[in-house]
């Protein structure tokens, strides 16, 4: 942990150090954000789907039915959205960072970039965390879009739910600030798992076996690291009232 707060004071300080490099900043928001809508679509929808179509069952106990939207919506923002589009971009965009950064690595590339005076930090991190802090807050916008579809589409089809109801008590019920405690942590989370990937991608050793170990490790570490890093946010938040 130590190590990998280190590696991120130091590409806050390549940040706004010269040459900035937008060119290579635009080129990680494709590949990490625009390259991983597909996937946050297709999981939001089918999240949304399946917590709907739960939601649903667990209140006909009750015969509260028309809460379902309310549950929906709450869980979404505050907790599924950010934590599910996150680990979808682990999967994808994080065990790639990881993976190309190892390779440099094992291949000396890294040692090159030092020898033409050029900071691996600043040309291999600092634009991945660019990308990251402005793509997983709006991917986690339209995987809570494409959640509420999913549940209000099979919600109010399969199950009968009056659209009406399930669109009022989403609006009565969800506040601003629980949409802010999506977006604080997604913030968060991109932070989280970009320094991880990007630390064992710039710790790699050991030949190819050594690029496959730290992908491993770099996936798991950061998606363990995620959901500790949601429990300390949400009591935090929690506890600001947020």
Same mark, same amino acid.
């Given at each position: ?5 280190? !590696? ?25 954000? &625009?390259?991983?809508?597909? *996937? *946050? ?7 949304? $789907? ?24 709450? #869980? !979404? ?47 291999? *991190? ?13 991917? #986690? &916008?339209?995987?809570? $879009? ?97």
């Amino acid at each position: 942990m130590g190590n990998i707060f280190t !590696l991120f004071v130091q590409a806050l300080s390549w940040m706004v150090r010269r040459p900035f490099r937008p060119s290579l900043w635009i080129q990680q928001m494709n590949e990490i954000g &625009v390259g991983s809508i597909t *996937v *946050v679509v297709l999981v939001g929808f089918f999240s949304g $789907a399946v917590f709907g179509l739960q939601s649903y069952e667990a209140f006909k106990i009750f015969q509260a039915q028309a809460f379902t939207g309310t549950a929906v919506s709450l #869980t !979404l923002t505050r907790e599924i959205a950010p934590v599910l589009t996150t680990l979808m971009m682990i999967a994808r965009a994080g065990s790639a960072m990881a993976t190309e950064i190892a390779s440099m690595k094992i291949s000396e590339q890294v040692d090159a970039l030092k020898t033409i005076a050029v900071s691996p930090v600043q040309y291999l *991190v600092v634009p991945r965390v660019v990308a990251s802090f402005f793509m997983v807050p709006a991917l #986690t &916008v339209v995987f809570l $879009a494409c959640g509420m579809l999913g549940a209000y589409l099979f919600v109010c089809t399969l199950k009968g739910v009056d659209p009406g109801v399930f669109i009022y008590n989403i609006e009565w019920y969800t506040d601003p600030k629980d949409m802010l405690m999506g977006i604080v942590k997604s913030f968060v989370f991109a932070i989280i798992f970009t320094m991880i990937c990007c630390y064992y991608g710039l710790n790699a050793s050991g030949g190819a076996k050594g690029v496959g170990r730290a992908t491993t490790r770099a996936v798991v570490v950061s998606s363990v690291a995620i959901l500790w890093a949601d429990y300390i946010l949400t009591d935090i938040l929690i506890r600001f009232h947020i």
